[in-house]
């Protein structure tokens, strides 16, 4: 399939090929934004947001916008006081679903409209996405079509030949710069087809890789880490010949897992919408430059970009520690992750370091709480190994192994006070750090219930609950004589509960039958709990099961509401 | 355990936050810093601090002295009730 350049994607010359998976063709594409570029100059719109999830949707509006000369505002990311900022700074919205009901749909109906001719200004920033500033929040990164095409040109360079005529699946949103590169520009300026819709879920792409030849997954290590062994792995491997990864860091053991179930090991992507992509790495620890970019180290040790990417003569100074390194450089982390204690200035990214690159940990985030006096906590992904000395010793021998590693590695000050040891380290959809989520964790105490996400009522006085059964959980804590199992008094305990909170069981319990206990429930494993009552409220049927292996089941019994009154 | 060492246990586990360590498990003798309790020198600020406000003692300048007193539990429970009978 022949490149096209962005800018010229709407000249009628080129030979028609597929854009979506779903059968929408370059000249749809062509049509469409010939339609909505004349509905466009018609009302006089010279600035225009886009909200869509829709990435053909999306394709339609910057085509549309840019053949009638506007600049378009990528507005879906944005919290909604940004968007409401926006809305004094732009002509109109573009869209569909419910986020702006104001938004006119890209594809119309629109009235038929003759094709455009002209070749698109490569030169004038027309596109707008957005960066977090220095107080959080969002700072406009225009974006000429220049440097779009260069940046996505630099990627054909490196990976267009291991992609071939894969299609491109997605779950990462394209309405952010990483997004819109990997999941929509590169693929229409290449021929390869796209999904237009965003894959939340890894059951979703997984099917959907399974009716492929090929396949490039644009993804992020928030969904990666979430990709368990319950999922039909096999339907996939083979099929996907590009797994890219960025927004954060990708926890090696997860790396390794994906290879181990693909075949293809991640393509980490180290970026910001203000440089675009910068460098790529695969096996090695190491980050290579993409073709075009070139970084030094700047007076505070941190990466100097100057960037094909950039408009000519730009050049970033990022937050991100390096060391050069043969052909490339090694991330040391943020610089601007820094909590000052008593006046001490910390790196978090430090601690955070010391504490992942133990052997028990897969995961770590640390920052201040607010004990007294104010001092780190952490929040600790522990691995199966880390489990296993949990179950084997015990909480505290593995929070004291803990500190000890850090104490070894940076000031007293700085080892962790609080220790969470969670499923998960929480974090945003594109795998960044959820400060308030973290701090949120490092501030309760020690949980007795499991973080339920997600409930589900399927029918009237049914519920099914997904359980993240935490380590922290009260119940594992202390010294087990054999490995600790959620005991079967507490799952009982549990599923009355959410009984009471879900069903308005309110009878007094009497008793059970039928119980069975098959598998056990260990710290850190994720169960799906089925609760299911009789109309009379006498009997609430039971069940937990762990992927498709089935927990426990069982009746349990309660006496006449009317009973319970006296 | 004394009674005082079992409070200032509590109480010391409480100011800090050391919600790993409990109570029942500390040894008296157990070394503050550089020891099972792994405390620092905020910490030891913050101890002072509760002597203070618990006790009403106030912590002399003699740094030889001090480093004596906050040895352990136990030290630390002799100086508070030499001070409390002084």
């Known amino acids: 399939m022949s490149w096209i350049p962005l800018a010229r994607l709407l000249e009628p010359g080129w030979d028609n090929r597929p854009v979506t998976l779903d059968g929408l063709d370059l000249r749809a594409l062509q049509d469409a934004a010939a339609r909505l570029a004349a509905e466009l100059r018609r009302r006089g719109w010279t600035r225009v947001a886009v909200v869509t999830d829709d990435a053909w949707r999306l394709a339609v509006a910057l085509w549309g916008g840019w053949s009638a000369g506007a600049v378009v505002y990528l507005a879906g990311t944005l919290g909604s006081d940004s968007a409401a900022r926006l809305a004094d700074q732009v002509d109109g919205w573009l869209g569909e679903g419910t986020a702006r009901p104001d938004a006119l749909d890209p594809i119309g109906p629109w009235p038929e409209a003759p094709a455009a001719n002209e070749p698109l200004d490569t030169a004038r920033p027309c596109l707008i996405v957005w960066t977090s500033g220095s107080t959080g929040a969002p700072v406009a990164v225009p974006k000429s079509l220049a440097q779009l095409e260069t940046e996505v040109a630099a990627q054909e360079v490196v990976f267009g030949a291991r992609l071939g005529q894969a299609a491109v699946l997605g779950t990462v949103s394209a309405q952010h710069l990483y997004g819109l590169l990997f999941r929509l520009l590169w693929p229409l300026a290449a021929g390869r087809p796209l999904d237009r819709a965003q894959c939340s879920f890894p059951e979703d792409l997984i099917a959907k890789t399974g009716r492929l030849d090929g396949a490039l997954w644009v993804t992020s290590p928030a969904i990666l880490r979430r990709m368990g062994d319950g999922l039909a792995w096999s339907n996939a491997m083979g099929r996907v010949v590009m797994v890219s990864s960025s927004g954060g860091p990708l926890p090696a053991d997860t790396a390794t897992r994906i290879h181990a179930r693909l075949g293809v090991r991640p393509t980490e992507i180290f970026g910001s919408s203000e440089t675009g992509g910068v460098a790529w790495r695969d096996v090695d620890a190491w980050w290579r430059p993409l073709p075009g970019v070139d970084v030094t180290v700047n007076a505070d040790g941190c990466a100097r970009v100057r960037s094909d990417f950039l408009p000519p003569g730009e050049v970033v100074d990022t937050a991100d520690a390096i060391t050069l390194v043969d052909g490339g450089f090694l991330l040391q982390g943020r610089q601007d992750r820094i909590a000052k204690i008593e006046e001490k200035r910390v790196s978090l990214v430090a601690v955070e370091a010391a504490l992942t690159e133990h052997a028990w940990v897969s995961d770590a985030a640390v920052q201040l709480v607010p004990v007294a006096p104010s001092r780190l906590g952490a929040v600790v992904v522990l691995n199966d190994q880390g489990l296993r000395a949990f179950l084997e010793q015990g909480r505290k021998a593995v929070t004291d192994v803990l500190r000890a590693t850090v104490r070894a590695r940076v000031e007293t000050i700085a080892v962790p006070r609080r220790f969470r040891l969670r499923a998960e380290v929480p974090r945003n959809s594109q795998g960044k750090l959820d400060g308030p989520a973290i701090a949120a964790v490092l501030a309760a105490p020690l949980p007795v219930m499991p973080t339920v996400t997600q409930t589900t009522s399927s029918a009237d006085g049914q519920v099914t609950l997904r359980l993240v059964v935490e380590p922290d959980l009260a119940c594992f804590q202390g010294h087990f004589p054999t490995l600790p199992i959620l005991p079967g008094v507490v799952q009982i305990d549990w599923a009355v509960r959410y009984a009471r909170e879900h069903l308005g069981l309110n009878g007094r319990f009497s008793g059970m039958e039928n119980i069975k206990f098959a598998q056990m429930i260990r710290p850190g494993d994720t169960v799906e709990l089925t609760l299911e009552r009789d109309p009379d409220g006498r009997r609430l049927g039971f069940r937990y099961a762990c992927g498709v292996a089935e927990v426990s089941r069982g009746r349990l019994l309660f006496l006449d509401p009317a009973d319970a009154v006296t | ?86």
């Open chain 2, 1 to 86: 355990m004394s009674d005082l060492e079992a409070e200032l246990t509590r109480l010391i586990i409480e100011t800090l936050g050391l919600e790993d360590l409990r109570a029942s498990d500390m040894d008296p003798a157990a070394l503050l810093f550089d020891g099972d309790w792994g405390l620092d020198s905020v910490d030891a600020l913050e101890i002072g601090l509760l002597l203070q406000n618990r006790y009403r003692i106030q912590i002399g300048d003699d740094k030889a002295q001090n480093r004596a007193h906050f040895e352990s539990v136990r030290t630390l429970a002799a100086f508070v009730a030499a001070q409390r009978t002084a």
